[in-house]
């Protein structure tokens, strides 16, 4: 008599396949925390650029605009990349990518140059050791539990932001951002070999019962890039990750300058937003437990709802600027930032499962690269326009009610 459930299902082989699966699980841990940790250290670089070089805040905007949108705009090769070459190549190319950026840019002279290392090859190398490879690997070992474990990965954003943001004002205060980039260039190409040397054998074949049980179900359900872009339902998640995208870095580009503006000093908005990344870890378990109690369409209405009352609170902060304040805003949005992407990755790649997977979802994501690319360089437009941050609090709040109308009238999202 089969006694296995489907909460415990991935884990009914032996012991090292479990052992190896939660290896796996920190590995991608650790690479999203470098990859998003780096890419959104630039925040904390956009005002002392751009009082070195006189720049315009959309101007400097720009670089970070072009980060997600070459890591949103090259999803579908990444993904297609790691369906043919594993994931030993993809990740290494990745931390080259990002180690050589770092160390151009600490010696950049012009806005072109930023924007071709930390723009385009920062935002490459983000996507080459972030979601779509380390969502696809993980779903060869866990099955079920899938979105409990792109939890955990989606929570490594708030980590990063939690040790590098702090990190990067501290060695920007003591050292000069300049060095602070050659440091952290440095650091990436260093941990190249202890990479390549794993057992990428091993960790790229998964668990042999959930790619077992993965490749039954997917002879019946075949998807092909152009089937998936014909369902309603691919561009629903598109959309969902375009519109929450633009909201998030319509502020994310600009809060820690926000924040400085409003009367906190450079190191206090640096690490107020790095302990977002606490509060971030938390949201993503939390959202994720919920969608376990009360199901995924509500637990994804609360998450909204909540980024909405942490957008208010940092409205208000311009004219009251106190640590009460600041506090309900780092928990609020803080803790919703990313919260919903777990619940959608694993809706992705449970609808369009197959061996073109990878592309199919490095597809959807793209609608999450232009959003991020398009709301952080509006942000930076809107706010050299009216050099007020109030109609960029409008732009987020009216990205967010776009962003969760497709949970609310598409029927596959309403389950």
């Given at each position: 008599m089969d006694q296995n459930t489907p909460r415990d299902e991935a884990f009914t082989t032996p012991r090292e396949p479990v052992h190896v699966a939660l290896s796996v699980l920190a590995l991608c841990f650790a690479l999203a925390v470098i990859g998003r940790g780096l890419s959104d250290s630039f925040t904390v670089f956009l005002k002392p650029i751009s009082e070195n070089f006189g720049w315009d805040r959309a101007q400097v905007v720009s670089v970070y605009s072009l980060t997600w949108l070459a890591s949103g705009l090259t999803a579908p090769f990444v993904g297609r990349l790691f369906d043919r070459s594993g994931p030993r190549i993809v990740f290494a190319l990745g931390l080259s990518l990002l180690g050589g950026a770092f160390l151009v840019a600490a010696h950049a002279q012009a806005l072109w140059q930023f924007q071709l290392?930390?723009?385009?090859?920062?935002?490459?190398?983000?996507?080459?050791?972030?979601?779509?490879?380390?969502?696809?690997?993980?779903?060869?070992?866990?099955?079920?539990?899938?979105?409990?474990?792109?939890?955990?990965?989606?929570?490594?954003?708030?980590?990063?932001?939690?040790?590098?943001?702090?990190?990067?004002?501290?060695?920007?205060?003591?050292?000069?951002?300049?060095?602070?980039?050659?440091?952290?260039?440095?650091?990436?190409?260093?941990?190249?070999?202890?990479?390549?040397?794993?057992?990428?054998?091993?960790?790229?074949?998964?668990?042999?019962?959930?790619?077992?049980?993965?490749?039954?179900?997917?002879?019946?359900?075949e998807w092909t890039l152009l089937g998936a872009m014909r369902h309603h339902t691919f561009w629903a998640l598109f959309c969902t990750f375009f519109f929450t995208a633009v909201a998030m870095y319509a502020l994310t580009a600009q809060i820690v300058a926000y924040l400085i503006d409003a009367g906190f000093s450079p190191l206090t908005a640096a690490t107020a937003w790095g302990f977002s990344g606490i509060a971030t870890i938390i949201g993503?378990?939390?959202?994720?437990?919920?969608?376990?109690?009360?199901?995924?369409?509500?637990?994804?209405?609360?998450?909204?709802?909540?980024?909405?009352?942490?957008?208010?609170?940092?409205?208000?902060?311009?004219?009251?600027?106190?640590?009460?304040?600041?506090?309900?805003?780092?928990?609020?949005?803080?803790?919703?930032?990313?919260?919903?992407?777990?619940?959608?990755?694993?809706?992705?790649l449970k609808i369009f499962r197959g061996e073109r997977v990878g592309t199919i979802y490095g597809t959807i994501s793209i609608g999450s690269g232009l959003g991020s690319a398009l709301g952080s360089w509006g942000g930076g437009l809107l706010h050299d326009w009216t050099h007020s941050y109030n109609p960029l609090m409008a732009f987020a709040l009216v990205n967010v009610v776009l962003g969760m109308i497709p949970f609310l009238v598409v029927p596959a999202l309403r389950r």
């Open positions: 290392s930390i723009g385009l090859c920062v935002g490459l190398g983000t996507a080459l050791i972030g979601n779509v490879p380390n969502s696809i690997l993980l779903g060869r070992w866990f099955g079920p539990r899938l979105p409990t474990a792109m939890a955990v990965i989606y929570s490594a954003a708030g980590t990063g932001v939690l040790v590098l943001l702090p990190m990067s004002q501290v060695l920007i205060d003591r050292f000069g951002w300049r060095n602070a980039y050659f440091s952290f260039g440095a650091v990436a190409l260093c941990l190249l070999p202890p990479l390549l040397l794993l057992p990428w054998r091993r960790l790229a074949n998964g668990s042999p019962h959930v790619v077992r049980k993965t490749n039954t179900t997917a002879i019946e359900t993503m378990l939390g959202v994720t437990t919920l969608d376990g109690i009360i199901g995924r369409r509500p637990s994804v209405l609360f998450s909204y709802g909540v980024s909405i009352a942490g957008i208010i609170l940092l409205w208000l902060l311009q004219w009251h600027p106190n640590y009460w304040l600041l506090t309900g805003f780092v928990i609020c949005f803080g803790s919703m930032i990313g919260s919903r992407g777990p619940l959608i990755t694993a809706t992705a």
